[in-house]
């Protein structure tokens, strides 16, 4: 990313973005570098769109001359990647190492510190991620990330584990299905407010602390997903282009009140201006909701 000012102010989101997608691997940087385009958004919205297309090609290609045993192996192991869930112990082969392999990575808390580690599988960056994942038929997908997700609710994981993949868990089936219905109830109250099924038009998936840094269609109902796991206050964001309203959702295992202070950093910091200016609303327009256990609701 040589030759380039890293303090303009156009040109610093593309570079967090390609640092991010890349994961500055070497070889992404050199195939980016070559990408033409006339300015450096242009350049970056090639290279993506290209190597999501080679990666996946590759992906296939590797998936084509698995046996089935192995096919099904590969289903787990990409599954458990997205949902970063521990690894299995008897799955031995149909890993793609072309661009995947084992490792520990940590699970952060709201304020990005280090809190646990999971043995899991990982994309060597996350445009491989994101390629593997678009090759995997949705009928398919569906039934193995029940499957991976019924171990894990089963499983004896701490609170902080299961927050992060249920987080995961959820923004990749909104993600998947393109569809979203919630009921909302107002804590001490029985009034139940039903947002029915909508469909999600876009989903913008963005990188950093701040607001997405490109324009959106106020038209289009938008899914925004934070790719920081410790984005401040909001695990995903939901515009609904009819009601006019923003929806900021956090989960959790716990009680709510564990997650308080980063609620209140988003409902009341500079963040929520920028979201409100962003999407031509006034404050009283952005609703925060928690998602939590039947349990934890109840008390």
Known sequence: MRGY???DPKIK???????YWTNSYPLELDIW??????????????????RKNEIETQHVMFRANLTREKK????KCI????LEASKASNIKD?????????????????????IDMVKTYVAIHPIAKMAIRNSFDDKGFKIFIHDVASSIFMGNYTNNVKRRFVVL??????????EFAFEIIKPGKKQVYKIKNKTLNVVE?????????????LKLTTLFLPMSPNYSGADFLIWDSEGKILYAFQITISSPNDHMESKKKFMTGSLIGKWVSMCDIVRKDVKFVWIAPDSVLEN
């Open 5 to 7: 000012d890293y303090q």
């Open 13 to 19: 989101p593309v570079l967090e973005e390609l640092r």
């Open 33 to 50: 570098h070559r990408t033409k385009g006339l300015d450096l958004q242009e350049k970056f919205s090639s290279y993506m769109k290209r």
């Open 72 to 75: 099904n192996n590969l289903n």
């Open 79 to 82: 599954v458990t990647m997205i």
């Open 94 to 114: 149909g890993l793609d190492r072309q661009f995947m392999h084992d490792a520990e990575i940590p699970i952060l808390n709201d304020q990005g510190n280090r």
């Open 169 to 178: 868990y959820i923004t990749t089936l909104l993600e998947s299905q393109k």
């Open 205 to 217: 998936k963005f990188v950093g602390n701040n607001i997405p840094p490109n324009n959106f269609n």
